[in-house]
């Protein structure tokens, strides 16, 4: 066994460029850790000119993946281009060759995880994605060890930190999200094109990915419910405080009697619960274990060192299953490979909530009769009324909160509601957790 552990990086990005200064920053930690020394050997990028601010030799660097890939003294080699290709073409060919794989690129396991998990299976090769939900936050060790002995019966948290930045600013400053959107995007917290982001996709990928280490079963993308945060409003936010409710973007999953719901929307929450007090880029992630109980994990879900933490996290981890020879102690998919099974997916329509609406009336006699005994035809109870002074002439808003009814109730009783002559303009209807 060779004296050091090499180590190949492809991307040398933002968090590229994170990794890179904490293997040389915390070289001697890091060594005193894993037993021997972590060297990074190469490092590949289309771009190897522009400074990144910190200081490589000259001959570390290379435009030619193969130089990483076809390399034998090679341990680890950590891919953090982003997208599906090339990057799941290096990642399988890393893995044939019986490499040590660390990825933070959760598009590409959310969509391709079945594939890239078989294959370090059948290669029994280490698979490392800490990086890839949370950023520093340490939630998928969480879920494959130390919440290993619980049967978890949910997962609810803010997975995606723009979302999170715009609806704490909206919240606080009482201005709308196109114009925090565009300030975002200007000081660097929102992407130039910011829709993986504030349509809730990133935060659905995440949710895959978690659902599938938490319950052992594959989660396709396409069975997530996903809502954005641009239909959400500051009349919204105003009357949500007043209700004692705070909007947050929520990734959540359940699972009952073998059943597993998956979903992500806007979502009012106890503004004392913790997670409505998670502001701007931070994340949270709420686990329910039946013997653990309640915990939240919160930290930075995104930036160069934060998830550069949790790549180098797991370059130690499979240094040191290299250094042992102990390959796959722990299955990429938390549960072993021949035990994990699909599990049934519960339809959007058939879940359970609470509701927060907001009807815009015309000032007539028998409004809130009417619209209450629509709500009643489908089976929902109303909790709470709360309705502002009238404006003569002008449509007024009408918030009502129910108790907990079905989706599809719901829906069908939107549909007649937005179908009165009444009502001025659609219904605004957000899902509420936390209560009751």
Known sequence: MDQVVKVGLIGFGTVGTGVVKILQDNADVIARRVGRKVVLDKIADLDIATSRGITVPSEMLTTQVNDILD??????????????????????????????VVTANKALLADHGEEIFEAAFKTQADLGFEASVGGGIPIIRSLTEGLAGNRLTSIMGIMNG????????????????????????????AEADPTLDVEGIDAAHKLVIMVNLAYGTPLPMSAVYTEGIAKISTVDMTFAQELGFTIKLLGIAKCQDQVIEARVHPTLVPTESPIA????????????????????????????????????????????????????????????????????????????????????????PSVLSTISGILGKHGISISSVLQKERKQGQPVP??????????????????????????????VFIRMEGTE
């Open 162 to 189: 723009t979302s999170n930045y715009i609806l704490t600013r909206m919240t606080q400053e009482g201005r709308d999200f196109s114009d925090i959107l565009q300030e975002a995007s200007r000081e660097g917290y």
């Open 71 to 100: 390399n034998p003294d090679i341990d680890i080699v950590v891919e953090l281009i982003g997208g599906h290709e090339p990057a799941k073409r290096f990642i399988l060919q890393a893995l044939s060759q019986k490499k040590g």
């Open 277 to 364: 007090q998670v502001h701007g880029v931070y994340n949270a992630i709420h686990l329910v274990g039946d013997a653990v109980g309640d915990i939240v994990l919160y930290g930075q879900g995104a930036g160069s060192l934060p998830t550069a933490s949790a790549v180098v996290g797991d370059i130690i981890d499979l240094a040191r299953n290299r250094i042992q020879e102990s390959f796959s102690r722990v299955p990429a998919t938390s549960f072993q490979w021949e035990s994990r099974q699909p599990l049934a997916i519960k339809p959007m329509a058939d879940i359970e909530s609470r509701y927060y609406l907001r009807c815009m009336v015309k000032d007539e």
């Open 398 to 427: 009408l918030v009502i909160v129910t108790h907990r009814s079905l989706e599809r109730g719901m829906q069908s009783a939107l549909h007649d509601i937005n179908s009165l002559p009444i009502i001025s303009e659609p219904t």
